[in-house]
């Protein structure tokens, strides 16, 4: 599916008066929304995949699954990913 056809918005609000001349940096915004989703979806798939490893780290290490934990809580962690460790801690 096309950029385009996933996001709905007014144009009218995306064209701006430059110089003179009228630029519509619809196609930009949708760019940047894709780069956005795609940095997100990224992130989130490698915190899935940390969590399967932590799953089989913690048979052999407790202590690398405390590690772990801690980093997930760190002020430069995804807002998301830090309520989702501190709900289940």
Not at 48 to 64: G, L, M, S, W
Not at 77 to 86: G, K, P
């Amino acid at each position: 599916m096309r950029s385009a056809e996933r996001y709905w918005f007014n144009e009218n609000l995306l064209r701006l008066a430059i110089g003179g001349r009228t630029v519509n940096i619809a196609n930009a915004v949708i760019k940047i929304i894709d780069a956005y989703v795609d940095a997100k979806r990224d992130a989130f798939e490698s915190f899935i995949t940390a969590c399967t490893k932590t799953q089989q780290v913690q048979k052999n290490d407790p202590v690398a699954i405390q590690q772990f934990i801690a980093d997930l809580l760190k002020p430069n962690v995804d807002a998301r990913v830090f309520e989702i460790v501190s709900l289940q801690s």
